[in-house]
Nanobody, 122 residues
Framework: QLQLVESGGGLVQPGGSLRLSCAASGFTLDDYTIGWFRQAAGKEREGVSCISISGGRTNYADSVKGRFTISRDSGKKTVYLQMNSLQPEDTAIYYC???????????????WGQGTQVTVSS
């Protein structure tokens, strides 16, 4: 069964940091971009960041630029989202999604993880 598994969420104080991980099971990520999305309570899901197959191209939502960093490990099997200077408005369920991108960059999501809760509160 193909799946993505997120980990690393939790409760942090404003200004704190978390690192989320996304790992694939049942398939490799060699031909896939990996995007991070989040959905806050009562709001629609929004894109946070995405990284290309090679790791050389990254995109960020304006709201997280300068605070979040997306990366892939050398084997292209795990993707991370380093989140610094977290604020209450970052509170949401965070999902990773793999998108087949062999013929062009895309981050719309073909496979999705179950999500991990990030709560930023004092």
């Amino acid at each position: 069964q193909l799946q993505l598994v997120e980990s690393g969420g939790g409760l942090v104080q404003p200004g704190g940091s978390l690192r989320l991980s996304c790992a694939a099971s049942g398939f490799t990520l060699d031909d896939y971009t990996i995007g991070w999305f989040r959905q806050a309570a009562g709001k629609e899901r929004e894109g946070v960041s995405c990284i290309s197959i090679s790791g050389g191209r990254t995109n960020y939502a304006d709201s997280v630029k300068g605070r979040f960093t997306i990366s892939r490990d050398s084997g292209k099997k795990t993707v991370y989202l380093q989140m610094n200077s977290l604020q209450p408005e970052d509170t949401a369920i965070y999902y990773c999604a793999a998108t087949y991108a062999r013929y062009g960059f895309s981050c719309t999501g073909d496979y999705w993880g179950q999500g991990t809760q990030v709560t930023v509160s004092s």
